[in-house]
């Protein structure tokens, strides 16, 4: 058992390691290195092995769990703001929202800006997942449309700094920040579907416009809560879809789980599952509809992106 515990301990603590000092990896792994042998030589030699691996476990998990979300990295110009909001009757009053104008999947023309949408005018929420390479990995996007204006789009993102790119074991081990961006679809959805030439699906869904408006507040309160006290993005239990999820609880408090969580490209079905997904036929009629990229790749210049990827 000791050789088990000491095993799972200095993977895990390899992999932490790994993430936490990109530019020092041989000599913090090193580091590690040797204090497995020391534990190796106390469990033959001396027997103070068990004591020794609870204390070399008590200062890695001291250290991991002493590391904190922040405010104030250099980050990348697309996540360098979280949308913030205030509420005023059906008001909201919407800061920091994305207007980039991407002329590459990595160059865009920057642009932040303010809004203030009424919430009695909500007339309809979409779901967009992107998925690239395998249909079950996707990212997940949440639409809202207004009567009298443009639709609005919340995205949960890694606050990346500059120079970063997405892992997943990095996401596991505090690498990144959970970021909530608020941006036009000539930005964020365009950007997925042509310059990044993702597969990107728009399902409307079949919610009351009370529960439109209590999805939009929850995504209100999470971006307020995102400025007030930053935390971190992890690959599983604050991603994209284990988010979204936490916030259509308001919806129903006994929503199940399901492996959505970890792989949104299945959140449709699910979604049809629970009879949320709008519109009549089967599941692959509704995703078969809801294909949007290969439309907005043919848009031409002049129309509005949203009316186009909907007709």
Same mark, same amino acid.
């Given at each position: 058992?000791?050789?088990?515990?000491?095993?799972?301990?200095?993977? &895990?603590?390899? /992999?932490?390691?790994? $993430?936490?000092?990109?530019?020092? #990896?041989?000599?913090? !792994? +090193?580091? =590690?290195?040797?204090?497995?042998?020391?534990?190796?030589?106390?469990?033959?030699?001396?027997?103070?092995?068990?004591?020794?691996?609870?204390?070399?476990?008590?200062?890695?998990?001291?250290?991991?769990?002493?590391?904190?979300?922040?405010?104030?990295?250099?980050?990348?110009?697309?996540?360098?703001?979280?949308?913030?909001?205030?509420?005023?009757?059906?008001?909201?009053?919407?800061?920091?929202?994305?207007?980039?104008? &991407?002329?590459? /999947?990595?160059?865009? $023309?920057?642009?932040?800006?303010? #809004?203030?949408?009424? !919430? +009695?005018? =909500?007339?309809?929420?979409?779901?967009?997942?992107?998925?690239?390479?395998?249909?079950?990995?996707?990212?997940?996007?949440?639409?809202?449309?207004?009567?009298?204006?443009?639709?609005?789009?919340?995205?949960?993102?890694?606050?990346?700094?500059?120079?970063?790119?997405?892992?997943?074991?990095?996401?596991?081990?505090?690498?990144?920040?959970?970021?909530?961006?608020?941006?036009?679809?000539?930005?964020?959805?365009?950007?997925?579907?042509?310059?990044?030439?993702?597969?990107?699906?728009?399902?409307?869904?079949?919610?009351?416009?009370?529960?439109?408006?209590?999805?939009?507040?929850?995504?209100?309160?999470?971006?307020?809560?995102?400025?007030?006290?930053?935390?971190?993005?992890?690959?599983?239990?604050?991603?994209?879809?284990?988010?979204?999820?936490?916030?259509?609880?308001?919806?129903?408090?006994?929503?199940?789980?399901?492996?959505?969580?970890?792989?949104?490209?299945?959140?449709?079905?699910?979604?049809?599952?629970?009879?949320?997904?709008?519109?009549?036929?089967?599941?692959?009629?509704?995703?078969?509809?809801?294909?949007?990229?290969?439309?907005?790749?043919?848009?031409?210049?002049?129309?509005?992106?949203?009316?186009?990827?909907?007709?």
């Amino acid at each position: 058992m000791f050789w088990l515990v000491l095993g799972l301990v200095a993977v &895990w603590a390899a /992999a932490a390691l790994w $993430v936490q000092f990109p530019h020092a #990896r041989p000599l913090a !792994l +090193a580091g =590690l290195g040797l204090a497995v042998l020391l534990l190796a030589w106390a469990r033959l030699g001396p027997g103070w092995g068990w004591t020794g691996l609870a204390v070399l476990l008590i200062l890695v998990l001291g250290w991991f769990f002493s590391l904190q979300p922040r405010q104030d990295r250099d980050w990348a110009p697309d996540v360098a703001h979280i949308v913030r909001g205030e509420t005023e009757g059906s008001l909201v009053h919407l800061e920091n929202i994305r207007t980039f104008r &991407w002329t590459s /999947a990595d160059e865009a $023309v920057e642009g932040w800006t303010s #809004r203030t949408v009424d !919430l +009695a005018k =909500l007339d309809g929420v979409d779901m967009i997942t992107s998925s690239w390479g395998n249909p079950k990995i996707a990212h997940l996007l949440v639409s809202f449309r207004f009567q009298d204006g443009a639709p609005l789009t919340f995205s949960v993102e890694i606050r990346r700094e500059k120079g970063e790119s997405f892992s997943a074991l990095g996401g596991f081990f505090r690498q990144f920040e959970l970021s909530l961006i608020a941006a036009d679809e000539a930005d964020i959805v365009q950007w997925r579907a042509v310059p990044r030439a993702e597969e990107v699906h728009l399902y409307p869904l079949d919610l009351t416009q009370d529960q439109q408006i209590a999805v939009f507040l929850g995504f209100l309160r999470l971006g307020n809560d995102l400025n007030e006290r930053p935390a971190w993005y992890n690959t599983v239990t604050a991603n994209c879809a284990s988010v979204v999820w936490k916030l259509a609880r308001v919806l129903s408090s006994d929503l199940p789980l399901d492996r959505s969580l970890v792989m949104p490209g299945l959140l449709p079905e699910y979604l049809d599952r629970l009879g949320a997904l709008a519109g009549p036929g089967t599941l692959d009629e509704k995703r078969a509809r809801a294909l949007i990229s290969p439309r907005a790749r043919d848009m031409p210049p002049g129309e509005d992106f949203s009316t186009w990827i909907r007709q």
